[in-house]
């Protein structure tokens, strides 16, 4: 007769009881199994989005602050809401690009153009 052959939980290595292909032993242990796993895969997932998302954020208060479609503000405006230069969703041209569906045009070094 073949010995049984202890399974542990891939999360905490606790000792498995019941169907002979369950790897886990609670959904508990699942979710974080997979969560880490994914968490691994991209670490600045989570910081990127953040980031992105407080930039759409920032270029939406501007939008409303204003009635045209396009109006020049510093650089130091956007950087003194937060505004973060490293992060953009796409890049239109030399000097535009967007965060979402907002284009942030560079007018000169100092000044900037928002096109939505």
């Keep these: 007769m ?9 999360m905490c290595n606790e000792i498995l009881v019941g169907r002979i ?15 880490r796993i994914r968490n691994e895969r991209v670490p600045d997932l989570k910081t990127i ?4 998302r407080k930039n759409r954020l920032i ?5 409303k602050a ?3 479609t396009q109006r020049k503000i510093h650089r130091t405006e956007l950087i003194q809401k937060g505004y973060n230069f490293t ?7 030399k000097n535009q690009f967007g965060v979402f569906d ?15």
């Design 102 to 116: 907002v284009s942030l045009i560079e007018e000169n070094k100092e000044e900037y153009s928002i096109q939505y």
């Design 49 to 52: 989005s953040a980031a992105l």
């Design 87 to 93: 992060y953009f969703t796409h890049h239109v041209s």
């Design 66 to 68: 204003q009635s045209r």
């Design 59 to 63: 270029l939406e208060d501007f939008k």
């Design 21 to 35: 292909d369950k790897k886990f032993c609670d959904d508990q242990c699942r979710v974080m199994f997979h969560n």
């Design 2 to 10: 073949k010995k049984e052959e202890k399974r542990c939980c891939q």
